[in-house]
């Protein structure tokens, strides 16, 4: 007996390490501080009336008086960057991205962030509604006039250079700068659909007038406005992008109505689409457009869209280590996406590619597609994967070792290029300090006095060198449009952060109470889909509401219960990649030959192959559309079964029992009829039919009482010993005679047609 105890003893020690073995821990930063901190930036960049909430104490009232000289308010908005000017283009292009992100990752945020994110999109499109009705006709694009402002050092709140305000008319057009508006409207109106319906139609309405204004009166606003606008803020893309951009987003905004897509359809070849271009950002759009316009095409296979899926993947794939267009020139040796030439403020050509990968993953997943480069899938979690390398380069890990966001981690720049930071607030400092005065806050190396929490620097050269210079204004100006885009980009990583370590912490993660080595194997009984119900509503909220989400383990298998419709929503779109894998059971092992079927093959490349083949070569249009007789056959054949039962029951009207017509197995043969009838053409043979029902009720009977070894891997010898898997290798060979038996009858009815065929042509 003692040998045979030892032998107990040490299978149930392995077995508890198996189960109780913890997740090898993964590095990784704050995201969640980082989203709080990047969205606290805009509220220093803020001109205007503060709000009494406003979290940059050290900022105060500024611009008040903006507007005045043509008789119009046009207090407000952002300084885009180091400077005291409001500047149209990018400053639109900041509200659009904001926008995006609290759209299409506002879920992510949690409801603090979220409010905040909300309130710096408002900011800015309350200024933009302002800037595009208070003069009929008119669209006001510039406050400050920039060579005068960059002639000074000096605090916004100190500011007293010339407030020059620019408009563009029909006479001095600008169709960048209005396009740029009505994107940002329209996209603003998206982010506030739920939160403010009323808000939200105020807005798209202003959209939709400030694009018919900007297509109607065609040019560019550095035509118009030269010296003003360049070389500051030149359209150097000209103004196409811009008319394209705006039309993707009145479509989305707009929903249902089709104005904007036939817009689309119309003109985008002339605005763009046509080109590949591999670089977003305020100026040029073309990039943003198509992955906007492809959501249309891989949500709804809306027509007239595919051209944009095409040059969406075209520029994800060139970003892509290992594709045939990948450029390994686009990438610093420490692999920082870096574009732009090389002329400095880098990091905005990061943010805006990082948030397209995760924006386009997320489009790619809701339709179980890839991005396809070349000979190569790519599939949504690699760029997934992508982004993260670039923010996690952002927040730190970097050659450097620096985070180059501003009160992130123990490193970050401390000497700005920009006014209100680098000079003692007004708090502190109530004198005023004069233009000229302040250019010795500018030469100085001492550390910013105000600390800009949460702006993201201009970042380090192509070679990931960076000198942390207030002089250098290449690295060290932050900048609203560097920010905007990666709000989404850490919303995404702090939600599914949050929801990670929730999945896997103890306290975090609800779960039933569990019992050593069976873990939560005593709560399940058949049938089992009724079993999993009773442990979600019995271990679920109060009232025996059900929990959305069960963590459960049976035996040594980890298990995700989810019993809530939008919870398997996103699990079979925004977390596929992490749940599509299959564990590898024994009967998959040996039903489809070592897990290699579409049925129980693991998410990877050759998963995606099969799909592929099925879509193309099984359900394809043409391959559905050839068996509609057989299907229709098969209907009228049910159909006058049940005629057949009901017309006995009425024959039966002498007082005796109502017949009753049970559907399951009527419905389960119709099924497997179609099945046979798609496999073998039309005739279905009586036997064949019924074994083919014996198989896949059999079949799920298995799959409905996993082995011992599927639940605890170490014990799969048991199964050996037990003859599981000699009775599941008898049922393949019942499939393999099945199918065999098919494929022959299927050659002789091709040989019979074929000798039919050419007896029919022989001359008489």
Not at 223 to 250: H, I, K, N, R, T
Not at 271 to 279: C, E, M, Q, R, T
Request: aromatic fraction near 8%; proline fraction near 5%; glycine fraction near 10%.
């Amino acid at each position: 007996m003692e040998p045979r105890s030892r032998r107990r003893s040490i299978l149930a020690f392995l077995l508890a390490l198996l189960l109780l073995a913890p997740a090898s821990p993964t590095a990784g930063f704050d995201y969640a501080d980082a989203l709080a901190k990047s969205i606290i930036y805009f509220e220093g960049q803020r001109s205007g009336k503060l709000p009494p909430g406003n979290r940059m104490p050290w900022r105060g009232d500024s611009g008040l008086r903006d507007g005045s000289q043509r008789g119009v308010d046009l207090a407000g908005g952002y300084y885009d960057a180091g400077d005291n000017v409001k500047f149209g283009l990018p400053m639109a292009f900041t509200t659009t991205m904001l926008a995006w992100s609290v759209a299409d990752f506002g879920r992510f945020m949690g409801a603090e962030q979220l409010a905040h994110a909300r309130a710096a999109v408002r900011w800015g499109a309350d200024y933009l509604l302002k800037a595009a009705t208070a003069t009929p006709g008119a669209l006001y694009v510039q406050v400050g006039e920039p060579n005068q402002d960059h002639r000074c050092w000096e605090r916004p709140e100190d500011m007293d250079t010339p407030r020059a305000v620019y408009a563009v008319t029909a006479d001095r057009p600008g169709s960048d700068v209005a396009g740029e508006t009505a994107a940002a409207l329209a996209a603003s109106a998206v982010a506030f659909r739920r939160a403010d319906p009323a808000y939200s139609s105020t807005l798209l309405r202003a959209a939709v007038r400030v694009f018919e204004f900007a297509d109607r009166h065609r040019g560019s606003y550095s035509d118009s406005l030269s010296g003003a606008v360049c070389p500051f803020y030149c359209s150097y893309s000209g103004y196409q992008d811009e008319l394209l951009w705006a039309a993707a987003w009145l479509h989305r905004a707009s929903r249902g109505n089709g104005t904007f897509l036939s817009y689309v359809r119309a003109n985008g070849l002339q605005l763009g689409a046509g080109d590949d271009d591999f670089s977003f950002s305020w100026d040029d759009k073309r990039a943003g457009a198509k992955v906007l316009l492809a959501r249309g095409f891989l949500r709804r296979r809306l027509a007239g869209l595919e051209l944009y899926k095409a040059h969406s993947d075209s520029y994800i794939c060139a970003l892509v280590p290992g594709t045939a267009t990948f450029q390994p020139s686009q990438y610093t040796p420490g692999g920082l996406i870096s574009r732009g030439g090389g002329g400095g403020s880098g990091m905005q050509y990061v943010t805006t590619a990082t948030f397209l990968l995760l924006a386009y993953a997320k489009y790619l997943r809701s339709s179980g597609a890839c991005a396809v480069c070349g000979g190569r899938d790519v599939a949504p979690a690699e760029l997934v994967a992508l982004a993260k390398r670039q923010v996690d380069y952002v927040l730190g890990k970097n050659p450097a070792g620096t985070s180059y966001m501003v009160g992130f981690g123990a490193r970050f720049p401390r000497r700005l290029h920009h006014r209100g930071a680098s000079m003692p607030s007004v708090r502190a400092h109530p004198d005023r300090i004069g233009c000229d005065q302040g250019f010795r806050y500018l030469h100085s190396g001492e550390d910013d006095p105000n600390v800009l929490v949460g702006a993201v620097v201009g970042g380090p050269d192509a070679r990931d060198g960076f000198v942390d210079d207030r002089d250098s204004y290449g690295q060290t100006e932050p900048a609203t449009y560097i920010n905007a885009p990666l709000v989404g980009a850490l919303a995404f990583f702090a939600g599914t952060a949050k929801q990670g370590k929730r999945g896997r912490g103890r306290g975090g993660a609800p779960s039933p109470p569990a019992i050593p080595l069976l873990g939560h194997l005593h709560l399940l009984r058949k049938p089992l889909h009724r079993s999993l119900a009773a442990v979600a509503a019995a271990h679920g909220g109060a009232g025996g509401s059900k929990a959305p989400l069960l963590s459960l383990r049976l035996g040594a298998r980890r298990a995700l219960l989810v019993s809530a419709p939008a919870e398997a929503v996103e699990c079979f779109t925004a977390r596929d990649a992490a749940l599509a894998g299959r564990p590898r059971m024994l009967v998959g092992d040996v039903l489809s030959y070592g897990c290699t079927d579409v049925l129980w093959s693991s998410y990877g490349d050759h998963w995606r192959s099969l799909r592929k083949f099925f879509t193309a070569e099984l359900l394809s249009t043409s391959c559905v559309a050839a068996h509609t007789a057989n299907r229709r056959a098969e209907v009228a054949a049910l159909v006058e079964d049940l005629r057949h039962d009901a017309a006995a029951g009425a024959a039966a009207n002498d007082g005796s029992p109502a017949v009753t017509v049970t559907l399951r197995p009527r419905l389960f043969k119709f099924v497997t009829n179609v099945m046979l009838r798609a496999l073998n053409g039309e005739c279905v043979n009586t036997s064949d039919a019924r074994t083919f029902q014996e198989l896949i009720e059999e079949t799920f009977k298995v799959l409905g009482s996993p082995s011992l070894g599927d639940m605890y891997p170490a014990l799969r010898w048991v199964d050996r010993l037990s003859g599981v898997d000699a009775a599941l290798a008898r049922k393949r060979s019942r499939h393999e005679a099945l199918l065999a038996g098919l494929v022959d009858e299927h050659r002789r009815n091709a040989r019979s047609t074929r000798a039919m065929m050419h007896r029919r042509r022989r001359p008489s």
